[in-house]
C-alpha cells in the first residue's frame, strides 16, 4: 500500500465509479457551465467524473447508474426512487433529478450494493446506498 492511501482517514476513500465515456464530454461541460449556478455541487460532480473508470455504452454493467437510469436508493431509514437525468429534463415532482444536484451527483456511476457518503446540503452528510437501477 502506498504512503499516501495509508495516510487518507477512512472517510475519504470512496467507491469505484463508472460513466460512459461518451458522457463524460458533457458532463464535464455542464460542471464547468454550472458553477456559476451551484458551484458546490458542480466541483463535486467534477471531481467525482474525474475519478471514475470510462467505459464505452455497451461495456457498462446494467446495474451502474448513468443518465437516465431509475434508481432506488437508501438515504438513512428513508428510501426512494429517482430517475437521473440532465439539468433541463428535471421535475421533481415527477421523480426526475438533474445530475446537477447534490443526490443526483452522489449517485452518478455507483452499481447496485454501493453506498457513498455525501454532503446534501446544509452541512448534512449522509451515506446513500443504490438498492436498485433500471434503465
Known sequence: MDRKAAARPLTERRPPL???VD?????????????????EVADKLLDEIER???????DIPDNVVTIGSTVTFRDGARTQSVEIVMP???????????V????GAALLGLATGQSIR????????RTIEVIDVKH
Open 100 to 103: 446537477l444536484t447534490p443526490v
Open 18 to 20: 463508472i460513466i460512459d
Open 118 to 125: 455525501w454532503e446534501l446540503g446544509y452541512g448534512r452528510v
Open 23 to 39: 458522457l463524460y464530454h458533457r458532463l464535464r461541460a455542464l460542471a464547468e457551465h454550472g458553477r456559476d449556478l451551484a458551484p
Open 52 to 58: 471514475a473508470d470510462l467505459r464505452r455504452a455497451e
Open 88 to 98: 433541463p429534463d428535471a421535475d421533481v415532482d415527477h421523480g426526475r433529478v438533474s
